[in-house]
Structures are given as C-alpha cells and as structure tokens.
C-alpha cells in the first residue's frame, strides 16, 4: 500500500515553510499536478489514517465486537475497512500511475519492488513464526510440531504468499481457528473453524498486478501518448467491470483464466488515479469539481453495491489530494518517516493476538491495546527495512 510520495518521504525533513501557511498554499494551488510536483508529504498523513481506519474497522470483528463500522461515503454497502482501502488504491493509482509514465521501465519496476516486498516478506515472517508460534504455543502449550514443512505449515504458508498469488491460504494449521472470535465466525461445514493469520495481505497482490498494468500502459505511452493509452485502457477496465456485473457468465467464460472481479474493480479505481493524474494539469486542487465529486460519490453510494465499489471509490482521488494539501502541517511532524505500510501490514497478527489472549473486553480497548503495538512494530520496519533500502535503490 506504499505509494510515491514515501521515497520522497525518505528525503523529507522539517523544513522552513513548512507549516500551516504551506498548507493553505498547496489549497490554493492552480491546479493537482502542481500539488503533486510539490512532493506532497500530506499525502503521507492521509495514507497513514487510512491504515488507521483500517485497525479500526477490523476491531470490531477480529474481537467479536459485531459488525465492521460503516464507510463514511458509503454506509449503505461498504465498511470502514472497506473505504480505506479504496483510499490506498485511488492515491495509489494517482502517485504510482504518475510515476510510471515519467520513468523508465527499470527504474519503475525495482522502485516498486523495493517498495513493496522487502516489508511485505517481513510481515510473512512476522506473521508466521511470531504470532504464528505464539497462537500455536497459546493451544497446544508448546511449540512442537509447528515448525513442520507439510502444505499447512509455516515454512510453505511464506514459500506460498511469498510470490503475491491471489489465491493462497491465508492460515498455517489451526492457529487462531478456534482460539479467536474470527476464527470460529469463518467456520465452514466441511472444515470447522477456519486458521486467519494476516488476513490484510489480500490487498497486496492485486495492487502488484495494478503495478504491472500499469507499467504495460506506460509502455504502450511512449508510442500513443500517455492520455491516450491511459484512456483506453480506463474505458477497457470499465467495460470488464460492467461485464462482471451484468454479464458475469459470459465474462468470467472469455477473461476468467486471466482476470477475477475483485481485480478488475480495484484496477478500476486504480486506473481512475492514473487518469486523473494525466489530466491533473486541468484539474483544480480545490474547486467546483470537488464538489461535484462528492455529490456523486455519495449519490452512487446510495444505488447499489456496484456504483459503491466502483464509482464512489474511484472518486476518492479527487476528495482526499485536498485533504493531504490541509495535512501538510502534521506531515512536519512525522519527520519523513512513513509507517503507514507496516500498519496495515502488522495490524491484523497483533489484533488476533489481543482477541486470542483475551485482553480488550471492548472494541476502544482493543483498538488502544493494538495501536502502540502495530506503531512500534511499523516503525521498525520502516528505519530498520524499507527506509534504508529506499535510500539505498533511490533514482538517481
């Protein structure tokens, strides 16, 4: 869930004018693409309260509290959860569209990887021998037998995830299956309860195949131009998404092999920030059409499930720049230091741990125990993994 804007965050530090007089500055800024050239570290702030509202939401069902809070666009279809992590794939298509069309395909390619993967392995180990053993250790009053290498175990779940497929088992024997509130929800007929260890890592391997598009898209640009390829291939995302819809039958039959729903309603909203970006020279960071964003994006929330997720999510790109452009105060404060991919990273081990041990015996409890874990655990890796190797492989 990194964006661009953290390896320009590597290079931040607090700065004269940096302050509540830049962030009325950026407001009032002709246009996006000038707040985008200005290195918005606002947008770190952003990215960070939507892993944030992310913790938040899984609270309530990770900890048996009951249902997810709602999304404050969409309360009718989409959770909290739910609206954050639109948010990651909007600014992410926005930021990383962006500079996939100004960079070579090397440089875009390792910029990403180095992004990406160095802390999502972590969190694989992290999640499998450290909360893994310890939800092991909490059933079975010892760790023998987990370190096994059968298809369920902990060596095979990293082998698994490590490469991003889509389709992976997100659990490692029965941790967490009858131990945890989610576990024993997710229950099945044939299987019982189900083993969750880090159920937030879906995300990511859609977002590397959102990359990958991207990345064809930015080659096809060289030859037709950077609007016109990241047009067509908007209104070809867009066509996939009506066809799932309407037509499911008959889309999964033609691109099934290649494609799911799911991929093609994030790759939309993703595509909408790319586009956005190339026509952000036109676009105020401020106006009328800020509003008329919003208008929409409520109004299709209230439709159905399928404007919800497609056209109310897309339209995050235009609602949450300006947000980042009133946020530039508190980025002074965070110092370049972007730990918002290691809370949404470690988030879901250390709040099944919480629900496991029994520790909160309400939803705020929870969320005030989980936090400062998650914190530290993000702040280690951001300076111990991804802050240096973004310094180490920055473009030069």
Known sequence: ???????????????????????????????????????????????????????????????????????????????????????FFALSGLLVGRSALRRDTRTFARSRAVRILPAYWCALVVSAFGAGVLGWAHDHRSIRHYLSFDPTGPFAYVGRAALLPVDFSHGIHDVFASSTPYGRATATVDHGPVSWINGSLWTLPYEVRCYLVVGLVAVAARRFGSRRSICAAWALTAVLAIGFHWFAGETTFVVGPYVDAKLVELLFVFLTGTLVAVFADRIPLVGPWTLVALVVAVLAGLRSLFFAEHVSSALLVLLLPPIGALAAPLAAWLRGVDISYGLYLFAWPVQQLIAMYGWAGSAWTSIAIATPITVALALMSWHWVEAPLLRRWRPR
């Not at 990194?2 to 940096?18: N, Y």
């Not at 996006?32 to 290195?39: G, H, K, M, V």
């Open 1 to 87: 869930m990194g964006g661009d804007a953290a390896v320009a965050a590597t290079r931040l530090r607090r700065q004269p004018g940096t302050g509540l007089g830049l962030g009325r500055r950026l407001v009032r800024s002709s246009s996006l693409d000038e707040f985008l050239t200005s290195r918005p570290a606002g947008l770190d702030v952003v990215r960070l309260v939507l892993a944030f509202l992310v913790l938040v939401s899984h609270t309530w069902t990770l900890g048996g509290f009951g249902p997810e809070p709602e999304s404050p666009l969409t309360p009718k279809f989409l959770t909290l959860g739910g609206f954050a992590v639109a948010g």
